[in-house]
């Protein structure tokens, strides 16, 4: 398993893409950044070319993104604009691909949230158009789109590794897959044994505290390694992400989040 971090929540640049951080997770010793991908397509040009340039030099490699639609971008509901959306994406994982990305996360609950009234089947199928949409898109950039279940305070649709699981299956698509994300399991008190159900649908992992959404620490009440021997029982040898704040001192915090996290791997 590989351990990365999202730069996102501990961003300070202007944009909050974390390009001024990328030296720091690479000295670290993390094994590859996942970038933000919404606020990456809102850059200016100049901040899009020194996020480029930051990559390339970080000694790192960009395997994934996260944000993948803004809330602007509704993918749901009588509001939603599917060729608007496709355009965003075509541009958007051309980019990434460019930058040697591998994995797209779509969670994006402000896009995709039902509006209140509106039928859960409708917005299933609204949602699986738009996935049959982006299969075509990600194939031949040898991308894939993970989707990522949110707990139900911030998402009405797709709160459960199982619901993301079945419209996964049902669609049967080579690059639409799953994300399993710690925090939002937990929120949700969502038994975490689905991980075993998942199998080599599972292509991404996202990690952080439930208390405060914090990154991994020793002694926060978390049972971090039986999580990691669920996935260890699927064979799971993919990326698991950092993506949670801090409390206090950045550097300080990912470097012993990373260090766990490692003793878990290799125990």
Known sequence: MKIGCCLGPLAK???KTGVTIIPMIA???FDYLELPLAQMM?????????LAKAVEAGGIPAMACNNFFPARLRLTGPEAKLDMALEYAKEACE??????VKIIVLGSSGAKNLPAGFPYEAGREQFS???????????????TIAIEPLNSEESNFITSVGEGLALV??????HIKLLADYFHMRKEDEDLTVIT?????????????KQGRLLPREGDGEDYGRFFQLLKTIGYDAG????????????????????????????
């Open 240 to 267: 698991i992400s950092l993506e949670g704040g801090v409390s206090s001192d950045a550097l300080v915090e990912a470097g012993a989040a990373l260090k766990l996290l490692r003793s878990f791997c290799i125990s």
């Open 27 to 29: 000295e670290l010793g």
């Open 95 to 100: 980019w990434v691909a460019s930058l040697g």
């Open 129 to 143: 158009e738009l996935l049959h949409n982006l299969e075509n898109l990600a194939s031949p950039l040898e991308l």
């Open 13 to 15: 640049d202007e944009a």
């Open 42 to 50: 809102s850059a200016t040009d100049a901040q899009r070319v020194e």
């Open 169 to 174: 299956q049902d669609l049967s698509l080579a």
């Open 197 to 209: 159900k998942a199998g080599n649908e599972l292509r991404h992992v996202h990690i952080a505290a």
